[in-house]
């Protein structure tokens, strides 16, 4: 009787198998922090996204910063490299925002298109941004600057961040850079991706801000709970 190897067995096994090729699909990881920025037919935006990823399937949250600074889901499922995805936020501004698209995506960097409806303004179309991954560095360290105010004063804070926290100062200023001695206080947040919070402490009262960063960490956008939208340049 001839003798069959362990090598042929082996062999025949894996042409059965369809030569050997991994029956698993494979994943690109898109797990983590990332900043974005796009238009669509409304104009410019950009939003954070905080995600986790399980196989194929994508989960996590979204921060919009236009048309206000507004938290919701983000969903969707990946295939290789291409990730198709939802974005619901339930109430922002008093409005309904539902977005869905698709992305290309790598391990830094992701580049899609989207639709979507606004509740309060209707649909919007032809959607496109680009989006890399946030880097977690001590990127809110320094000094940020306020718009100027019809009483001619800017707030001012001065930031020294920690990891992901920080904490620093804050005060107004004249446009000869002169600081008002009675407005003065603390403040202490947070970083996490592209999504900034903090409190700002003076005169025994907090104000909450919650708002994103820039890709370029040169710009903050948010507003303080209950107010207008606010905006941080760094200088």
């Not at 990332?34 to 196989?55: E, H, I, K, N, V």
């Not at 000094?143 to 961040?161: F, K, M």
């Amino acid at each position: 009787m001839r003798r069959i190897g362990a090598a042929t067995v082996l062999l025949a096994l894996m042409g059965a198998c369809g030569g050997g090729s991994p029956s698993d699909p494979s994943y690109v990881d898109i797990s983590g922090a990332w900043s974005a920025s796009g238009r669509d037919s409304t104009g410019p935006g950009a939003f954070s996204l905080q995600l986790t990823q399980s196989g194929s399937e994508v989960s996590g949250s979204v921060r919009l910063s236009t048309p206000a600074s507004c938290v919701g889901t983000a969903s969707g499922s990946i295939s290789g490299s291409r990730w198709s995805f939802r974005f619901e936020t339930p109430s922002c501004a008093g409005c309904r925002i539902s977005i869905d698209g698709a992305a290309t995506v790598s391990e830094n960097e992701m580049i899609g298109e989207f639709t979507g409806t606004n509740s309060c303004s209707g649909r919007f179309t032809d959607g496109h941004f680009t989006a890399s991954r946030a880097v977690m560095a001590l990127a809110l360290t320094g000094r940020w600057a306020g718009s100027w105010g019809s009483d001619n004063l800017r707030e001012v804070l001065v930031i020294s961040q920690s990891g992901s926290a920080f904490s620093g100062s804050s005060f107004f200023e004249n446009r000869s850079g002169r600081k008002e001695a009675s407005r003065q206080g603390s403040v202490s947040g947070t970083l996490n991706g592209a999504s900034v919070d903090f409190t700002l402490s003076r005169d025994g009262l907090q104000f909450h801000w919650s708002g994103m960063v820039d890709a370029g960490y040169r710009t903050l956008t948010g507003r303080f709970a209950g107010a207008a939208i606010s905006v941080y340049q760094k200088e």
